[in-house]
């Protein structure tokens, strides 16, 4: 591996050892090390079938793990059901969004915090005020179905209800995809904005320049393997890597 | 809020001192309050099929077998333990608790098998179901069970049905409800925002059994007899016809669907095969121009009403304004 780099020492938010997912017998994950630290933007590039949603999709318990190992603030967080790895914090925005198209903005935020929100109704009631301050855009939208909302705005409901769980780990898949270049911006700074609160994110990108920018670290994939690690300037610094991924 | 508890108090106590006056003066023929205690427990049948069916958007063919299980129980417990009449209710809910207990079952295969898959599963559920209780001598095999006492009045169906509309709507607009929903649009996706989606199917397949079997216990001790083919392939279309006419995920939908084709099918008896063919016909028409049925995902509200009618003064509007300036 190349420059490590100084990263932050203590045990990772999330650390994923030697990771192998296997779709039947095609190995999609081959041996896959990494660590988020917490409050980091870490971002996983690479290209088409290199790897990166399936990683997320292991994370969050979406689908089986071969072998190896997933830890969660050092416990193994490996085999468990997805709705229990949210309840520890670590909350999956999906490629392409998939909100509740037929349901209103409000209850797609509401199905999100339908374990507590009975309970603990100020908590429920201080997450929704953050995530609409942070998407004013929602709040016009408050009433409407979800499936009339624009590319971006779904996005940003997708982005709102991982936040409305109280989750503080986010990974977010492919968040720019699709979206016209003003909005990726804001999308991008939105992810900003939401990992100075103190939010650990780890963020799967096919746009690595903007990635980059933000990111505090990066690991790309190359076809199931990590072929790269390293802070965003040594990578921007790498010619042949810089030729092969980022365009 | 409190002045509309109110309303719908007072619309109750209305509602029952007109199932009494009914009953007790003679006020309609018999056989036309016949027919609406067909309409009512066939609501609550709709109800409970449209929680799985339409609010889980789980295709299944279970209601038949789950059914049967409902009226075949209550009607053994009336028959042998709760025998007299006051002791209705308990024979019901007896009926209920078996069918939640099936309901449960039939749920498990949920979780993995979607789609058609799941349609075969639960129609051999149903089938199952209906050739045990023919070979099953003890509950009178392919004669089935009579005679069951006739419990079942205008009042008992009037007081199940508001049951039903109250719990069913307070469960579907429950956190249970939205959940409900949510998988229906994206399982994935509610179980990537922390929904325990084995435990939702559970809960929505136990309350659409519980209604179901209510239905089942009611027209047992309304026709005072019951045998398997009460339950076979005609239970499953029946059911099926009444959610899809009146609308997929939809209370007022469910009334609607049961009231049209009960008294379709009830008040064509005369016509013979006929009413098949006229009710087939309504049901293709109906889902040409509403595929998710008449009031698909949609509530009647006063609301909704006006709006309507708004629309329909805007088209019309435009209309002669454009007759006008065609001219």
């Known amino acids: 591996m190349e420059s490590v780099g100084n990263r932050k020492p203590g045990t990772p938010a999330l650390h994923v050892e030697d990771l192998r997912v296997s779709y039947r017998k095609i190995a999609a994950l081959k041996s896959i090390t990494f660590e ?24 969050s318990g979406a689908i089986p793990v071969e072998s190896g190992e997933i830890r969660h603030d050092g416990a193994s967080i ?8 949210v309840q520890k914090g670590i909350v999956h925005v999906p490629e392409g969004r998939r909100i509740f198209a037929d349901l209103s ?37 408050y009433a409407q179905a979800g499936g009339t909302l624009s590319g971006g705005e779904q996005q940003m409901l997708a982005i709102g209800r991982a936040l409305i ?83 | 809020m409190k002045k509309r508890k109110g309303f719908h108090l007072i619309l109750f106590a209305v509602g029952l001192a007109l199932c009494c006056a009914v009953m007790n003066f003679g006020l309609i023929q018999t056989s036309k309050i016949l027919i609406i205690q067909y309409v009512g427990i066939y609501i609550i049948f709709v109800l409970g099929i ?68 799941l349609a075969i599963i639960t129609l051999g559920f149903s089938l199952i179901v209906k050739s045990i209780l023919q070979n099953l001598e003890v509950v009178g095999g392919p004669r089935g069970l009579r005679p069951i006492p006739k419990y079942t009045n205008l009042i008992w169906v009037y007081l199940c049905v508001v049951l039903a509309i109250v719990m069913v709507n307070r469960f579907v607009k429950s956190k249970y409800g939205r959940n409900m929903m949510a998988i229906r649009e994206d399982q994935i996706a509610s179980e990537l925002v922390s929904v325990d989606v084995r435990n939702a199917k559970s809960v929505a397949f136990s309350v ?27 239970a499953i279309i029946d059911g099926l016809v009444m959610v899809y006419l009146g609308g997929v995920g939809s209370i007022t939908g469910s009334i609607i669907g049961a009231l049209i084709w009960q008294i379709l099918v009830q008040s064509l008896r005369t016509i013979g095969t006929w009413r098949w063919i006229i009710g087939g016909c309504i049901l293709v028409v109906i889902m040409i121009f509403q595929p998710n049925g008449i009031f698909g995902n949609r509530e009647l509200s006063i609301a909704g009403i006006k709006r309507a009618f708004a629309a329909i003064r805007n088209r019309l509007a435009k209309g002669a304004a454009g007759k006008k300036d065609g001219q």
């Open chain 1, 78 to 85: 490996k085999g468990v059901p997805p709705h229990r790895i």
């Open chain 2, 208 to 234: 659409s059994a519980f209604f179901i079997g209510i239905s089942g216990a009611l027209i047992c001790h309304l026709l005072s007899y019951t045998n398997p083919n009460s339950y076979g392939y005609s």
């Open chain 1, 36 to 59: 988020v630290h917490k409050s980091e933007i870490v971002s996983l590039l690479g290209a088409n079938g290199a790897g990166k949603t399936t990683m997320l999709n292991a994370i």
């Open chain 2, 50 to 117: 449209n929680l799985v069916n339409g609010y889980l958007g789980i295709f299944s063919l279970a209601h038949a077998g789950i059914m049967a299980v409902g009226g075949y129980t209550a009607s053994l417990a009336s028959m042998h333990i709760f025998t007299s009449p006051w002791m209705f209710p308990l024979s019901l809910l007896t009926g209920g608790m078996a069918s939640v207990l099936v309901g449960l079952c039939v749920a498990v295969p949920s979780f993995n098998v979607r789609g058609d898959y």
């Open chain 1, 105 to 141: 903005v409000a209850e797609n935020l509401r199905v999100a915090a339908y374990l507590y929100e009975s309970k603990r109704k100020t908590l429920f009631k201080e997450r929704l005020e953050f995530v609409l301050s942070l998407f004013p855009r929602l709040k016009e939208r």
């Open chain 1, 165 to 247: 769980t109280g989750g503080d780990i986010l990974l977010l898949d492919e968040p720019s995809m699709g979206l016209a270049p003003m909005l990726v911006q804001e999308i991008f700074d939105t992810i900003v904005k939401i990992s100075q609160t103190g939010k650990t994110i780890l963020l799967v990108e096919q746009n690595a320049t903007m990635a980059m920018e933000i990111s505090n670290y990066c690991y790309v994939l190359e076809t199931g393997l990590i072929s790269f690690e390293g802070e965003p300037e040594v990578l921007r610094q790498d010619n042949d890597i810089a030729s092969a991924y980022l365009g």
